[in-house]
Structure formats: C-alpha cells, structure tokens
C-alpha cells in the first residue's frame, strides 16, 4: 500500500505544481480538464445548474474536476504515508486516508466555486440607475422623442436613451425616474 500511496503523493503534487506553473504563465488559469464552466446544457451554461436540478449525481459529477482530482490524490497519498509512518492499523490508515482526500476534494470544489462567483463582468445593470443624477447629453424633445442623459451609476458614468415629459435641453440637471426599456430611462429634471 506504501507504493500506491507514494504514486498518488507524486501525481497529485505534480499535477498540483504544473498547474500552479501554468497559471503563473496565463495558460488554464480559467479552464478545467472537465471544462464544466463552458459546458452548455440546454440552452444554458451547466455551472449554472449544479444546483438547481437537485440530483446528487449532477452536483457531484460538478465537483470532479482536474484540480479535485489532483488535490485528492496528493492528499489521500500524503495522509497514508503519514499513517504508516505513525504506524496506524492499515484499515484506519486507508479509512484516513480516504477521508482526507475526499475532504480536499469537496474544499477544493467549494473554494473553486467561491472563486468562480468572483468572476464579475463589470456591467452595470439599467436598474441600478434609477434614482441616479446626470446631466442631459443630446436634448431630449417631449413626449414620444427620446435624447441621450450622462447619468452617474455605481461612481461610473452611463449613456442611456432617455424620454421626459417636458422637453430638456442638453446641460439640464436630470434624475432617473423609471426604467422604460433596456437601454432607455425616463429622466424629470432634478429640481422636480
């Protein structure tokens, strides 16, 4: 059992270091041997489904990726050899050892998973603006007519289409008062 534990240390760590390696050199710094973060699943990205079907299988095939996996093997290898060196019962030995690289294997996918909820596109959502000061960049006419606001949302400055009630030259003081579209916001002047 000594050699096993001795082959699974080795991968492992050295699977652990070239990835390490590989990411310092922005290469698979994104990317799994299981690529569950681009896998499209009916229409829709799988990391988004880990969750929401709530299969077991689905959830635990979603942890087994090349990290895991690797961290897994280093442990499970690394605890046996430290058993036998504590001259563990082998049967507590290998349950130990199991133990600890199941345990790196859910950390490790737990921590990925963190990780990857850090991974923002910095666009700022049309909702956020509502309530939002800006000043009027292209007039916007009354009624049906629509103009372009500079709007300050999140300390970024926006460009929506905009729509008044009353028409607005450029340089007016505006606040955001209704969402009206995806890219167009109805704005009042601030002083109203």
């Known amino acids: ?20 390696v590989m990411t310092l050199f922005g290469l698979g710094g994104h990317h799994d041997l299981a690529g569950h973060n681009h896998i499209e699943m009916g229409g829709h990205h799988g990391a988004d ?15 087994l990726t090349f990290r895991t996996i690797s961290a897994a093997l280093a442990f499970f290898g690394l605890t046996g050899i430290i058993g ?8 507590i030995e290998v349950l130990v050892a199991l133990a ?6 859910f950390l490790v996918g737990w921590i990925m998973k963190l990780l990857g909820r850090l991974n923002i596109d910095g666009t700022i959502r049309i909702g956020k603006a509502l309530g939002c000061r800006g000043t009027v960049y292209v ?3 009354a009624g049906a007519g ?6 300050s949302v999140l300390n970024r400055s926006v460009e929506y289409k905009a729509v008044a009630k009353s028409a607005l030259p450029t340089g ?13 916001v109805e704005v009042a002047p601030e002083s109203a």
């Open 1 to 20: 059992m000594e050699t096993t534990y001795y082959i699974c240390a080795a991968i492992g760590g050295t699977l652990i270091v070239c990835q390490f």
């Open 49 to 63: 489904h880990h969750g929401d079907h709530g299969g077991s299988s689905t959830w635990f095939l979603g942890l």
């Open 84 to 91: 036998q060196r504590a001259d563990l019962e082998p049967t």
């Open 100 to 105: 600890s690289g199941l345990g790196a294997l």
């Open 139 to 141: 007039p916007i006419p």
């Open 146 to 151: 629509q103009g372009k606001v500079h709007v």
């Open 172 to 184: 007016t003081c505006i606040v955001v008062v209704a969402i009206v579209g995806s890219d167009t």
